[in-house]
């Protein structure tokens, strides 16, 4: 009763799908079909078939429906009594069409039904997938991409074929992000209900037609012991940031799109203290923190009389809320110049910046349109480079360098100093001690808080075994690590003496 069975069909030519799971069940899977001459893979969202008669039926039915929608908005939003709306319209039609629909067709229909009604039509699958991380959409008659965790980016037996149908996905898209796109705005960002962040353009702008982009969030982000279990920074280095976050240095995490610059800016937040107030700018909500917090997200002006509010106006107005941190999630423009005057007048400050090296990320804090003065770029502490990387044939994430910004050298050149650095040879992490020039970040730590660096370094020790022993007890979740953090800010002794006794155990 599928449009694609295991053992493949007409269009997959007989060729068995590598790997093949549910997604929406009992309806609702995924086949990954590989060409054994190519060797290339592609993804098939596999529902249920529809005879011609069924097809029909359908259409009907659907038409009726967005007639005749006398839902209130309560039910709407409710999928269990969306559900039982749907089944008894289908059924009260049926009656009125005088057919005896088999119940198997029934449960086909209501399938499509919520699918088309309540979720994202035939994209609805690859947004359910825990899978994909991203959807692309480059245009009508092209196939949609995904990037796979497993299969990287591999294409889908998706394809809008008619402008009309991706405009109305489009709109759809944007409706329920709460935006508006239109010929006179053709690019919009934002965020759906699900938290997934969103890019659609129309072909005002894209020449092969509308596109959308969906980049998607986990339910659960991942936190920094999830971070430490998979490998992308070492116990250390989380200790290491712990220590610098706690003490309101600031921190810059570098690296190209994809790389999972958000992932680990939202794991570092965890490390802030409690009763700090925390005010995060960002141009679409992705981060996640904890109460004492104002996020702001700028609003954009079609409107003539509504006042566009930039990320650079809110970081501006957001100073004057005096926070202790300040959160930006992505610096572009004039407002890292205002990050970097918060963070001299002694705000902490933690963002992330598109960039494919520490040194280039430099080079676009010197120019424009950021056009930081080299004397302002020391106070940015610690730049985090992290990087997407092949291990065996598993794509993971490692922080491949973290580089503390030290000072300027007589002609005023940025001068900067691994702290720790990645091997790929055995994919272990080292870390460099400092070579006692310039003014290194546990030095200003130590000036601050009026101890000696030594005491320091033992306190990332400490912190690096709680944080081994929160891996191996998977104590990871979000509420988990984000409660351990505290009661270590709050009794330290306490925390320490048991992951000192079961970490041995
Ligand atoms: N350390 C990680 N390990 C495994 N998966 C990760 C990791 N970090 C991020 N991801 C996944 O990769 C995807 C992209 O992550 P994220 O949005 O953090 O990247 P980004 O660098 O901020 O991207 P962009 O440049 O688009 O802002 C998400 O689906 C996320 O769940
Ligand atoms: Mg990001």
Not at 3 to 13: D, I
Request: with cysteine; hydrophobic share 35%; proline share 4%.
């Amino acid at each position: 009763m599928y449009n694609n069975e295991t053992s493949g069909s007409s269009e997959t030519g007989g060729t068995a799908f590598r790997d093949f799971y549910p997604v929406n069940k009992p309806f609702g899977f995924v086949g990954i079909e590989i060409n054994e001459d190519r060797g290339t893979l592609k993804y098939h969202t596999v529902e249920p078939t529809l005879n011609k008669d069924e097809s029909e039926l359908l259409d009907r039915i659907k038409s009726l429906l967005i007639d005749q929608m006398d839902v209130s908005l309560d039910v709407l939003k409710d999928p269990e009594q969306m559900e039982v709306y749907l089944r008894t319209k289908v059924q009260l039609l049926f009656k009125k069409f005088e057919r005896e629909i088999p119940s198997e067709s029934e449960e086909k229909f209501i399938y499509y039904l919520k699918r088309d009604f309540l979720g994202y039509g035939k994209i609805d699958l690859l947004l359910r997938d825990d899978n994909i991380e991203d959807i692309s959409c480059n245009g009508v008659m092209t196939p949609i991409y995904v990037w796979h965790r497993q299969y990287e980016s591999i294409p889908t037996n998706i394809i809008y074929d008619s402008e009309d149908e991706l405009d109305k996905t489009i709109i759809r898209l944007a409706y329920r992000s709460g935006r508006q796109i239109s010929i006179s705005n053709p690019i919009m960002e934002g965020t759906l209900p699900e938290g997934f962040r969103i890019l659609l353009t129309l072909k005002e702008v894209s020449k092969r037609g509308d596109t959308f982009t969906i980049r998607k969030f986990r339910e659960n982000p991942y936190t920094i012991v999830d971070l430490i279990k998979n490998g992308t920074v070492s116990a250390e280095i989380a200790a290491y940031l712990w220590l610098l976050v706690e003490n309101g240095r600031s921190i810059m995490i570098c690296g190209a799109t994809a790389s999972g610059k958000t992932t680990l800016l939202n794991s570092l937040s965890m490390f802030i203290r409690p009763e700090m107030k925390v005010v995060t700018i960002e141009e679409v909500r992705e981060l996640r923190l904890h109460e004492n917090w104002i996020p702001m997200v700028p609003r954009p002006s079609h409107q003539l009389g509504v006042t566009e509010i930039t990320l650079f106006d809110l970081l501006k107005s957001s100073l004057r809320q005096r926070p202790d941190y300040i959160i930006v999630g992505e610096v572009r423009g004039e407002e890292a110049y205002t990050l970097f005057q918060a963070i001299a007048t002694g705000h902490g400050g933690l963002c992330t910046i598109h960039s494919d090296s520490v040194d280039y990320a430099i080079k676009r804090l010197l120019s424009r349109p950021m056009n930081i003065p080299a004397m302002m770029v020391p106070l940015m502490n610690v730049l985090l480079q992290i990087r997407r990387v092949k291990i065996g044939d598993k794509v993971m994430r490692r922080a491949d360098t973290v580089t503390e910004v030290i000072g300027l050298n007589t002609s005023d050149q940025v001068q900067t100093e691994h702290r720790f650095k990645w091997d790929s040879v055995d994919d272990s992490y080292r870390f460099l001690e400092s070579s006692g020039s310039g003014e290194n970040v546990f030095k200003q730590i130590s000036n601050l808080r009026h101890v000696p660096e030594w005491t320091l370094k033992e306190e990332m020790q400490k912190r690096t075994l709680i944080l081994k022993w929160m891996k191996k007890e998977n104590i990871n979740t979000y509420e988990q690590v984000s409660e351990m953090v505290h009661k270590y800010y709050g009794n330290p002794e306490e925390v320490l003496t048991q992951a000192r006794f079961e970490v041995t155990s």
